[in-house]
């Protein structure tokens, strides 16, 4: 196992080695299992991990021309059971059905993208309360005020946040964020990058985790 | 670990468990790659493997309404890295470069279809060539020589061959598996049913290994 100081592999800039990069969108039921191991796998080899919020339905809609994945013929259904077959054997608490509805994820994506500019470990809690509303409390995290009541959970300030939004800040940050994920190929949730190494899927994640440690091949 | 006599899970037909149901498409990487793994996998609970040659194109392109994988944008570029890094990381050889262009996978999956009726255990073998000759050798195996070459050095007769070929009788079996497959969601390469549970995609083999352990969650 990895001691968790991976001194030989790439990408190392001065002492500290690159940060692991993980993008997600708050409605991906993947991107949320991915959120509960990401930051202890890099951690095993000594990396942070750079969370950046992002929407699939413009990276898979717009840019890809295909429907959203849980409408797609045959498949949309297979990632419905997958997920929640993930959710049994893993233990991860997983409420939400296919039944209820999707919120839209433009809300949660800005406060997140505006939480990380003013506190990383904040906005993390951000994103899991934000996660835990969606999936396990399955409330709509597409209104103001399910995103407002994470905020506030995780001690951010109504009025600032208020005040970024009067000057659409958290919406030009989320707009930057997707156009970023965009350049860098990012189709899907989660997605992570590492040293320019792509890896997609939950399922990749072991994969990126022999890539960790070993420093490629 | 697992002894090989898994006698709890479901499944069970009288004396012996269901077999593991593999389709694949002979021009699928992943499918190739599955097929070095699937029979060891279910051996080791005591399941054999109904191996069914399918066409991916007819899923994905006519019943989902996609364009071929490798020519969706971003997702594309992933998966033709994905596969030569899995190879890399694996031991497989694969030679395939994508500028190569693809060979039409009908001929293969008919000439597969029909051996699968003489001799289950003959018809892996010409699974194997068949995929050595594509991804390793670089040949076309839409073209009948090379499919013919590959069904003669698994002992099978051309004048039989050839026979059943003027009945239309490989092009009927193998329309038959793509319509079965479709009638089961099959809706990519390789794709496994075990017990009707589904598992789509070489990244899941772990999970399918986890399931016949534990005889499912």
Redesign the interface.
Known sequence: MADGRDTTGPGRVGASPAPVEFFFDFISPFGYFASLLIDDLAARHGRTVDWTSMLVGV?VMK?????PIVD????G??IV??AL?YA??HGVPYERLSTLGGSRPLAAGRAFAWAKTLDLQAAKQLASFLYQSYFVECRDIGAQSVVCQCLVRCGFDMGDYEHAQSQNIPAQLLAGNVKAS?AK????SPYFIVDGE?F??V??M??LD?WLRTGG?
Request: overall charge positive.
């Open positions: 990276s840019v890809m021309g295909m429907p797609l013929p045959m498949k259904d297979y059971r997958d077959r049994r054997q965009l190929n990012v189709f899907g792509p997609f899927g399922e990749k072991h994969v022999d091949w």
